[in-house]
């Protein structure tokens, strides 16, 4: 995987332009509240660790090979200040992760009422997930299933455990959003990806189904792909419409 730059703002934006070389065959994008981990889970599967973020601002991306195809993967910012320029990353995206917090409540509630609808500029195909992140916090996830390769997991501390936080969103809530986001879509529910195999639980502090979440979607989204390319869809987002932002950092996400 290729890094093209974090934090696009006043500068950031025009760096990637100048350092794009490969043309992206399909695009998956991060959406959701700030603080709620979007940036670390990406750090995550592509850096193979875990680090506390600064706020993003902008937009940013990795390049993901997988198999014969090029698949860029958008953060973006989660900032009520940035939320417009949401709608210009997911312009032809064939796969969008909306991202929560299973211990705030509040940003499930802000996926629905300030990120679905920055989703109409998505490819008429594009698959939606839902990604629960920080379940670390609730102490739930102590080790990862024998499956997953151990060498990306961090294993919380005993302390960590032990100051686990109350969950206050569970797989049934991401389950009923999903079934909203295709009656928002009007995509018919029996033809549609179950809820069971869209929502996942993460954290990106351990590693826990990180793989899983980024994997699956790719597995996917490849099918999208290649009708995209039939239809000769463009996966480029016109970076020289991006309006300037002042680079603000503040935050913390995991």
């Not at 990637?16 to 959406?31: E, F, S, T, Y």
């Not at 981990?37 to 599967?45: D, F």
């Not at 902008?58 to 390049?63: C, D, E, Q």
């Not at 995206?93 to 500029?121: C, G, H, K, P, W």
Request: proline share 3%; hydrophobic share 35%; with cysteine.
């Amino acid at each position: 995987a290729e890094y093209m730059g974090r934090n696009a703002g006043r500068t950031g934006l025009r760096h990637h332009a100048r350092r794009v070389n490969m043309k992206p065959d399909g695009k998956v994008v991060l959406l959701g509240d700030m603080n709620v981990g979007k940036t670390s889970l990406l750090h995550r599967y592509m850096e193979r660790r875990f680090q506390d973020t600064v706020s993003t601002v902008g937009g940013a991306f990795y390049l993901k090979q997988w198999g014969p195809h090029n698949i860029s993967v958008w953060d973006t910012a989660g900032r009520e200040q940035f939320h417009g320029l949401g709608s210009m990353y997911c312009r032809g995206a064939a796969a969008v992760i909306l991202t929560y917090d299973v211990t705030n409540v509040q940003s499930m509630v802000e996926l629905e009422d300030r990120f679905l609808a920055l989703t109409d500029s998505a490819s008429p195909d594009c698959l939606f997930v839902i990604a629960g992140n920080k379940v670390d916090l609730t102490g739930v996830c102590a080790s990862l299933p024998e499956s997953e390769d151990k060498h990306q997991f961090v294993k919380p501390t005993n302390s960590s455990i032990s100051t686990k936080v109350k969950k206050q969103v569970h797989m049934n809530d991401a389950a009923a959003f999903y079934r909203k986001i295709l009656k928002y879509k009007m995509l018919d529910e029996v033809n549609a990806p179950a809820a069971e195999k869209m929502c996942f639980e993460t954290s990106a502090k351990t590693g826990y189904n990180v793989d899983h979440l980024f994997e699956t979607v790719f597995e996917m989204i490849v099918p999208v792909i290649l009708q995209q390319k039939a239809e000769g869809l463009p996966q480029t987002v016109d970076l020289n419409n991006c309006k300037t932002a002042k680079n603000t950092h503040s935050g913390c996400c995991r």
